[in-house]
């Protein structure tokens, strides 16, 4: 069914595909994300990953006012009302829009919510080559909804045959985990314990540092602020005696 909604992704796919995708930290941890959060396949991974490029070359800070004079956003290049969700979302649950975890988790919202339809056009592809085409083609017709053909080129084609010929044969061999970490675990060895506090604690006063969209400083940033202090420092040392839970 055609809906004001499926007007509302992204409206112009003009960005062409860079000489050589490199293999990004971004790239990673989406694929990482898609796989042990989203459960889905290698096969699907490849082809969101394939639309992930087209849309916004995995930078979760693109963004630009698309032809319906809304911004499109993100990863995925939200724009309208689904632009003005994430955004919300994000706030809701203590994310920087610009963050890729906090996109992604909304993208896991939309999947099981108002998209359902079209993660069901890409979880069950097979886990192959041909399957990462299927992916990329679907993707694009079903969760992008970006125009089929622009500037004479097939874009759910093009983006299935990226999927297929460049991420599966780079990506479906990767060896993923989680980059979601359990709160307070930032060494990730299982225990939220003294050394995880010690290590924050060194973060808070510029001894030692993580990066933004590392699974690490989301699991030192246990209070949420999207800053990691002496604050989480002293209730990850409280978890690791029993006195706080995370
Ligand atoms: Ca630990
Ligand atoms: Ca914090």
């Not at 060895?189 to 924050?200: E, H, L, M, Q, S």
Request: proline share 2%.
């Amino acid at each position: 069914m055609i809906s004001i909604v499926m007007f509302c992704v992204m409206l112009v796919s003009a960005l062409p595909f860079p000489a050589a995708a490199a293999e990004t930290d971004n790239v990673r941890y989406i694929y990482s994300f898609l796989i042990t959060e989203l459960g889905v396949n290698r096969a699907a991974a490849c082809g969101i990953l394939a639309n992930i490029e087209a849309e916004s070359n995995f930078d979760p800070t693109s963004g630009w006012i698309d032809i319906n004079g809304y911004e499109s956003f993100g990863i995925c290049q939200w724009n309208g009302s689904r632009n003005r969700a994430l955004r919300q979302y994000c706030s809701e649950n203590g994310y920087d829009a610009e963050s890729l975890l906090g996109q992604l988790e909304y993208l896991k919202t939309e999947l099981t919510g108002a998209e359902k339809y079209a993660f069901g056009k890409i979880r069950d592809v097979p886990d192959t080559a041909y399957g990462a085409y299927l992916a990329g083609c679907n993707w694009a017709q079903y969760f992008e909804r970006c125009a089929h053909y622009f500037r004479g080129v097939d874009q759910y084609a093009e983006r299935g045959v990226r999927a297929q010929n460049f991420y599966w044969p780079h990506y479906s061999d990767l060896t993923v985990s989680s980059p979601v970490a359990a709160a307070g675990d930032v060494n990730r060895d299982g225990y939220v314990g003294a050394d995880d506090a010690r290590f924050v604690l060194r973060c808070s006063v510029g001894a030692e540092s993580l990066k933004k969209e590392s699974a690490a400083y989301r699991a030192a940033d246990v209070n949420r602020d999207s800053f990691v202090g002496a604050d989480d420092a002293r209730l990850i040392l409280r978890a690791s005696i029993s006195l706080e839970t995370l």
